[in-house]
């Protein structure tokens, strides 16, 4: 062992050594200035959910610009993407989500994948974040680890054809549904809805996003107010997959 005052270089003929000063830290009140300072909040946690803040702040703020999606040319208003977060929440509900679902999110950074955020948050449904760059093996692997009830991916994204990697993974899809219209799929058991951006859809069984929109602003969303006003701001809430 080295002496804890030695700070220097020491050479012989044939190789160089640097001595390292390793100086013991005790268990100080003092604030410490290396790495971080952390301490108690003079602030009260806010006991709510997600969808909870968002509604208070969209009731203030309705007209106010809340989102913008440069590349798929979308802007919202915090009164516009309220109704679109509560019309694809109530289509959820009559597709017979329950709290505690696992709702898997096969996509990049999309308007589709901050509106399921808020959506979930209001049903109590664990959103399951899936990095868009895995393929059939690891999209197996996460449906199946946590019990994946339903997905949402689009057709396609700039470097991979979602759509037909899925169709690898689940070649049930568009052919093999119960009377309820739900999937069912050997490789992932648990998945029941597959539902895909955009509006076009060209298997039987598979959701449209927009559809679920509008269809959406056609249900009464009394069960959603209900539903949303039973949940625990402790539920959990997302899942996270990445590299």
Known sequence: MFPSNTGRLIACPSRVWTIIRIQKRNN??????????HHASPFRMVYKTLSQSFDETADKY???ECL???SEQKRYTYKTFKEEVDNIAASLLDLGFQKNDRFAVWLPNTSENVTISYAASKLGLVKVNINPAYVERELEYCINKVGCKGILLSPSTKSFNTLEIFRRLVPELGQSFSSTNELSAKTVPTLKHVIL????TSMPGVHSYEDLIKRGGQLSHKSLIERQASIDPDAPFE???TS
Request: glycine letters at 4%; proline letters at 0%.
């Open 62 to 64: 309705s007209d106010h």
């Open 28 to 37: 100080s009140t003092r604030k410490l200035t290396s790495s971080y300072y």
């Open 239 to 241: 899942i996270f997959y």
């Open 68 to 70: 913008v999606f440069k």
């Open 197 to 200: 951006t955009g509006t076009q």
